[in-house]
């Protein structure tokens, strides 16, 4: 196997993804058009999308690192939203995009037609969550997008395969596709349930932070795989569980959420920048396949599609989003009122993804060759043109229409007075360790805790305060700088003893960590 290709594509895509932080520009936007841009260099490896590899290989720990990320109080407060858009949007723009294509393209059957409806329809978890990261949307509003490309993979995936079995001829009906829908939403969010307790459990019960973090990694396989064997949705059982975890994981000990969250960060920043590069690599094969459908004819046709995608969007979008408050006195009472402009940010913020052409791919030989070469061509149009219309007018579009910020300083006396009450409830259970004789200690320590104590309830109060007026400094800022300083002095000192021979590099590993803890630690109490 030529593991030359791979290394090239993860080094390219993470160097210019790091590229990308030093640019206004977002980094898939950049990773799609340099993929673009390299894909017809001469020597370049020919990188096919394998869906036998993108769905149960990268899918899962991606929808895994996206869900774990998210709430699941603020998911729950947003349900109802979300399942219409990963749910009935999905169904409703699978039918419209279908019924277009169908009308639109001389001689595509309507089953052909239906399965580019649900190939297209998903917006990508992948897209949502790479684009709402930057551009800094509203809480309710990423809520509700997280949510939905978290749920909509397995809603598309149904319909997929109920249109494709007609296509092809196995003679698949409504009635048995709503039946298989049902079977693998109830099946997958069922083996999350029976899953994410043992799980946790193993999580909490291993000692080694090793061996927990070696079983994060495992765990979106491992229910993406249940799932799957069970034809069951894999996608809902992987953020069932996802889900689960990254509510508990205040249960897990301190050394494994240190290195897991370095681990899934690292994860999640090399596939999702090979995703992103992956897409715009694919434009050779596309236009290869395409076959009898060449030349302005398909142009139009990929023009069309990606219009009645963005469109049908904002059909359902606008209705879905006030028609239940005119109906329902309940919804009025219960949910907050939205806004035109939200409306507007969900509507355009439709970005598809790795997932739509990897289905897209997955379309088996059994199917016509024009048919499947065209499905293929018009998903990665429609995936090309949605990140890249919708992905670079997103940010303008959100400064425009004016959202109200973050309230910085309410925001910061909420996290004031939620550090005051943990204070309080350490000092008191302080109190009553230091009274049992078991538990004595010479006064320094006894000071030194309580001081740690103190400087964790002020940090929070003091970016409240003044700045320094000859350095600019916040207190924050001048004691982070301070701690580094006296952090640096001991490392140099550490590492000189190392290089005389006075203490083993083992031992000088052991204290470096020791003070990357304490950096970290002054870091996060600086804010």
């Known amino acids: 196997m030529d593991v030359m290709p791979l290394l090239l594509l993860v080094a390219g895509s993470a160097a210019v993804a790091g590229a990308a932080r030093r640019t206004p520009a ?8 340099v993929g673009l841009a390299v894909s017809y260099i001469p020597g370049v490896p020919s990188y096919t999308l394998d869906p036998h590899v993108v769905l149960p290989l990268l899918l899962p720990p991606l929808l895994y690192t996206s869900a774990s ?17 990963s749910v009935g949007y999905v169904l409703f723009a699978t039918v419209v995009v279908g019924w277009a294509a169908y009308v639109l393209v001389p001689g595509l059957p309507l089953p052909a037609a239906l399965v580019l409806g649900a190939v297209v329809a998903p917006p990508d978890a992948v897209a949502a969550t790479a684009v709402a990261r930057r551009v800094g949307l509203p809480s309710r509003i990423t809520t509700i997008l997280q949510g939905e490309s978290l749920l909509n993979d397995a809603t598309a995936i149904t319909a997929y395969k109920v249109a494709l079995g007609a296509a092809v001829g196995e003679g698949a009906t409504w009635a048995g596709g709503i039946g298989e829908f049902a ?57 069932v569980v996802a889900l689960y975890l990254g509510h508990r994981a205040w249960e897990v000990d301190f050394a494994t959420r240190l290195q897991e969250e370095a681990v899934w960060k690292m994860v999640a920043f090399v596939l999702e920048s090979a995703v992103f590069a992956l897409i715009g690599l694919q434009l050779p094969i596309v236009l290869k396949r395409l076959g009898e459908y060449q030349g302005p004819a398909a142009a139009w046709y990929a023009v069309a599609v990606f219009l009645v995608v963005v469109v049908a969007r904002f059909v359902w979008v606008y209705p879905a989003t006030f028609l239940p408050r005119l109906l329902s006195k309940r919804i009025r009472a219960r949910e907050e009122n939205p806004t035109w402009r939200g409306a507007m940010v969900t509507s355009w913020a439709g970005m598809r993804g790795v997932v739509s052409l ?15 070469n065209l499905i293929l061509f018009l998903t990665f ?26 309230d910085r300083q309410a925001e910061t006396l909420a996290e004031a007075n939620a550090q005051a009450q943990a204070s309080r409830a350490a000092e008191a259970r302080l109190d009553d360790l230091l009274s049992d004789e078991r538990n004595a200690l010479p006064p320094p320590l006894v000071d030194r805790l309580s001081t740690v104590l103190e400087r964790r309830r002020n940090a929070v109060w003091e970016r409240l305060g003044q700045v320094n007026p000859v350095t600019g400094e916040s207190v924050d800022d001048t004691y982070r700088r301070l701690s580094r300083e006296m952090i640096s002095a001991e490392r140099e000192v550490f590492v000189r003893l190392r290089d005389h021979r006075y203490i083993d590099d083992e031992m000088l590993r052991a204290l470096l960590r ?10 996060r109490e600086a804010g």
């Open 26 to 33: 977002p980094a898939p936007l950049l990773l799609v058009a």
């Open 69 to 85: 990320d998210s709430s699941y109080l603020d998911l729950r407060a947003q349900l109802r939203p979300v399942a219409l858009l």
């Open 183 to 239: 079977l693998a939403a109830v099946g997958g969010v069922g083996i999350g349930l029976l899953l994410m307790a043992p799980l946790h459990w193993l999580r909490t019960h291993l000692n080694e932070p090793l061996l927990q973090n070696t079983l994060s990694l495992l765990i979106p396989f491992v229910a993406y795989g249940v799932a799957e064997q069970s034809h069951a949705s894999g996608v809902l059982a992987v953020v």
């Open 358 to 372: 990897a289905i897209a791919f997955a379309i088996p030989s059994t199917m016509a060759d024009g048919p499947r």
């Open 381 to 406: 149009t429609t995936v090309i043109g949605t990140l890249v219309v919708q992905g670079v007018t997103l940010p303008p579009l959100i400064r425009l229409l004016r959202f109200p910020g973050r």
């Open 514 to 523: 020791r003070l990357d803890l304490e950096e970290a630690a002054a870091f």
